[in-house]
């Protein structure tokens, strides 16, 4: 089901669209027939999303209303990948969570082969253990999951050269606590890189010496067949940019201001920087997305490692999250970075669409030609 926000609320909007995509739901920055229901607690606004709901018949709740049905939110048919799939290990308290970060804690953990939703789970379970899920082969890798037809990845050659530990799927299921993986391991992901989940956040420190530079990277496997662009919008208190050039691209890679930029590192790497210290106050969010150009769908591209560093240059990261929940998306959203009082913030998203690059920007108010 699509939610939508609009208006003040008494809970921080970044908490409703978190407790919102763990159970499952679709937050949409937008208004549509397709939406289920438009949360708000002003029944007077006039918001073009209370206007747009209202047009559309799309029902309208408030936000207590809402907090209350989102505890009896079940599951319907399934259009991205579960966060769990058949280890059905139940979704934990975020106490709860950070007790068993530790077995995998700074590994670097490839999966190789399996149906897309299998791998996409492997991930996600890698992510609850404390480890990172790497997506190419890496210096920093440091072990290997080989699921059906693994074997015969083009990699493995490098692999046995490198004498990585390569495990099967159930080798997940036996690590319960940090002695399970005692041995030391080299790896150039720090381990001080908080591991964000589909919807973790993560508070960006800022400084007064100019140190207000955030790089966001997306990387991915190396695509024969397809190409995969990352963009941004930076966006207002709307979620709409304020004007086309707000939407930094490969055509236009930089805002107006030259705040937001976007820059290549060959063919399966893209970063976003943003200088958060020199952006207008009008800015509330810069959303940061990916899109494959043509018919193909991220379940085949598989999944993309979004890392978080302050700065740029290839600075050193303190957050990473990789996201494989798309199945016959064509954009997936990657990431957030958005103000949360006198501070900046940062979310993984995860969030795939069917639709193209065009569909989505006109989503964010991008005026695009037909």
């Known amino acids: 089901m699509k939610v939508a926000f609009t208006g003040d609320t008494r809970t921080a909007r970044e908490e409703l669209v978190a407790r919102s995509v763990t159970a499952g739901l679709n ?46 939110v079940r599951p319907g048919i399934v259009h991205a990948t579960p966060t769990l799939l058949a280890s059905s290990v139940p979704v934990q308290r975020r106490a709860d969570r950070q007790a068993t ?49 693994g074997a015969g990845d083009r990699r493995m050659l490098h692999i046995r050269a490198r004498a990585l530990p390569v495990h099967d799927a159930d ?22 890189a908080r591991i964000l989940p589909r919807g973790g956040v993560l508070d960006l420190p800022t400084a007064h010496d100019g140190a207000g530079t955030w790089t966001v990277t997306a ?12 963009v ?88 990473q999250a990789t996201l494989g929940a798309a199945t016959t998306e064509r954009t997936l959203l990657l990431a957030e970075v958005y103000r949360r009082g006198p501070g900046w913030r940062v979310r993984a998203v995860g969030q795939g669409y069917d639709h193209q690059l065009a569909a989505l920007a006109r989503g964010f108010g991008v005026d695009i030609a037909d």
């Open 27 to 72: 937050v949409m920055g937008s208004v549509s027939r397709h939406t289920s229901v438009l949360v708000t607690d002003e029944t007077d606004s006039d918001s073009a999303k209370f206007r747009a709901a209202r047009s559309a018949d799309v029902p309208v709740i408030t936000e207590e209303v809402f907090l209350g049905l989102l505890a009896d």
């Open 232 to 319: 941004a919008f930076v966006l207002d208190e709307d979620e709409q940019v304020s004007c086309d050039e707000d939407f930094v691209f490969y055509g236009a890679p930089e805002s107006p201001d030259v705040t937001v930029r976007l820059t290549t590192d060959g063919p399966s790497e893209q970063a976003v920087t943003a200088d958060l210290t020199s952006l207008p106050d009008a800015v509330r969010k810069i959303v940061i997305a990916a899109a494959i150009d043509g018919p193909a769908t991220f379940a085949y591209a598989g999944a993309v490692e979004v890392t978080v560093a302050q700065g740029t240059g290839g600075a050193r990261a303190v957050a």
């Open 101 to 149: 970060v530790a077995p995998l804690s700074g590994r670097r953990i490839l999966v190789l082969g399996g149906p897309h939703d299998d791998a996409s789970a492997l991930r996600t379970r890698i992510a609850e253990l404390g480890g990172a899920a790497a997506v190419n082969l890496s210096a920093g890798v440091t072990d290997v999951i080989l699921l059906a037809d």
């Open 171 to 192: 080798w997940l299921t036996t690590l319960s606590s940090p002695s399970d993986t005692a041995r030391e391991v080299e790896t150039n992901t720090p381990s001080d």
């Open 219 to 230: 990387s991915w496997s190396h695509q024969i067949t397809c190409e995969i662009d990352v």
